[in-house]
């Protein structure tokens, strides 16, 4: 799919591990994703959004909290992404918070910083530490992807790509380092990742219900026969 070229724009942290890479969802319907991007200003979320949807890079972009709607066949199936390009609240007392609505809302989140703006890879961590604290304290329970972007400007890196991939390591987050301006790739591999993570998600969460389900009938069975 990506020439040798393009593979080298990126490096990834593969999270998943227990699955071995084949996603469990085994329905057939049509699969609808909520996806959120959060980071500082001008990291290029915008541009990573578009670039995904058009396979373009505009340049310029504006600063709109706007949600995008994109449809596709991937490996025969019809997927719909909600895209929510969020804006960095600066508001005192509230920079970069996510807030409630955009928590419940998300099935997985894209934390975007830029490889040489080191205030915005300390962005990603607080808002990393936000999510796992608000939706679950379980490495790798939530889909959530880290990128770092502007890869194509290294001359002026000050975030390390092992810090970079140390951080998802450490929370259980897939990690690409990228550059939208560059290449489409990045910025499909990022998308198709964290649908493959949401994925794996919902399929967990539904053997749960599951098993929980055969426990209720078991010990409703049973504890009937007890007062019988
Ligand atoms: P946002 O505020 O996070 O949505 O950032 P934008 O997508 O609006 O991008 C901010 C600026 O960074 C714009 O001038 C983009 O052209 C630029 N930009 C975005 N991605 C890249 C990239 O990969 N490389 C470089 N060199 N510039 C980028
Ligand atoms: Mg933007």
Redesign the pocket.
């Known amino acids: 799919m990506c020439s040798n070229g393009e593979l080298q724009m990126f490096a990834e942290v593969n999270c998943r591990s227990h699955y071995n890479g084949k996603v469990m969802d085994t329905s057939q319907q049509k699969v609808d994703v909520n996806i959120l991007l959060v980071?500082a200003?001008?990291?290029?979320?915008?541009?990573?959004t578009v670039r995904f949807i058009t396979r373009r890079f505009i340049?310029?972009?504006g600063?709109i909290d706007w949600i995008y709607y994109h449809s596709d066949r991937i490996d025969g199936r019809d997927i719909s992404f909600n895209i929510w390009?969020s804006?960095?609240a600066r508001s005192p007392g509230a920079s970069g918070r996510i807030t409630e609505k955009q928590l419940q809302w998300a099935d997985g989140f894209i934390l975007?910083y830029s490889i040489c703006d080191r205030s915005s890879f300390n962005v990603v961590r607080q808002q990393l530490q936000h999510i796992r604290h608000c939706k679950s304290k379980i490495p790798g329970s939530v889909p959530v992807i880290i990128v770092g972007?502007?890869?194509?400007?290294q001359h002026r890196r000050t975030v390390s790509s092992e810090e970079g991939r140390l951080l998802a390591l450490s929370l259980g987050c897939g990690f690409f380092e990228?550059?939208?301006?560059?290449t489409y790739h990045g910025a499909l591999l990022v998308f198709h990742e964290l649908l493959d993570l949401i994925r794996e998600a919902r399929a967990i969460k539904k053997e749960t219900h599951g098993i929980k389900g055969i426990v209720r009938t078991v010990s409703a069975v049973f504890g009937r026969r007890r007062t019988e």
């Open positions: 980071g200003e001008n990291v290029g979320k915008t541009a990573l340049g310029e972009y600063d390009d804006i960095y975007v972007n502007k890869r194509d400007l990228i550059s939208a301006a560059e």
